[in-house]
């Protein structure tokens, strides 16, 4: 193991000036390809040239040099986008460590989401939904994805099924017998014990 | 090197992300209020129809979904 060490140290220097940079420090590709818009101006000049999907996407904004003072949530759903390039002060994510608070300016993260409330602060109102699961990518320029499978406001809740459920699912676990039962019973009480304390907190 | 990292509870036991992710949403699903909960239930319904090709053409296609009932 130890010599495992000396090698993986020695390897380091090489790595890292190797290393990729993160897609918010690359310059934007350029959108239209200037030879092929040439060829075909040259061909068709009565049409324009066919946009490529590269053109429809804005680029990125590269991480400035100051914090921002808003960050940029784009907070999406399988079947819809909640919040699309919304400019907030804060958001809290229910992150698998932990209630993760994200400012402007915060560092790059990765962060699984646990089944939880995700709430948006923009000036003094507070949007609060419950996430089943899913991602946050916060990027150096201050821009925040969440992703997540489902994500209910918490007024769409009703409280008896939630703790219908977690009587339900606790009797389920201590009848369980397989490793997948257990898991399955385990998941189901911790989704609905995130439920009742998001509804009753 | 058994188990080097802590590993959730649902890959232990064998379940990958995907499966762990979409049971949380259908229990999220289930909680929800009246109207809410039919849309989403609705929502989540997988349809497909399958048809089985010889001698290049189609056979008549058969419907699958989720639910046993359609």
Known sequence: MLRRASMLLARQPILAARARPFSTDLPAAPSADATFTEAWTKVIPNMDPPKTPLSFMQPRPPTPSSIPSKLTVNFVLPYASELATKEVDMVIVPATTGQMGVLPGHVATIAELKPGVLSVHEGSEVTKYFVSSGFVFIHANSFADIIAVEAVPLDRLDVNLVQKGLAEFTSKLSSATTDLEKAEAQIGIDVHSALNSALTG | ?70
């Open chain 2, 1 to 70: 090197m058994a188990s080097n990292a802590a590993v959730p509870f649902w890959r232990a036991a064998g379940m990958t992300y995907i499966t762990y992710s979409n049971i949380c949403a259908n229990l999220v699903r289930n909680c929800l209020k009246e109207p809410y909960k039919t849309e989403a239930l609705s929502r989540e319904k997988v349809h497909f129809s399958i048809s089985k090709w010889t001698d290049g053409k189609p056979e008549k296609p058969t419907i699958r979904s989720d639910s046993p009932e359609e």
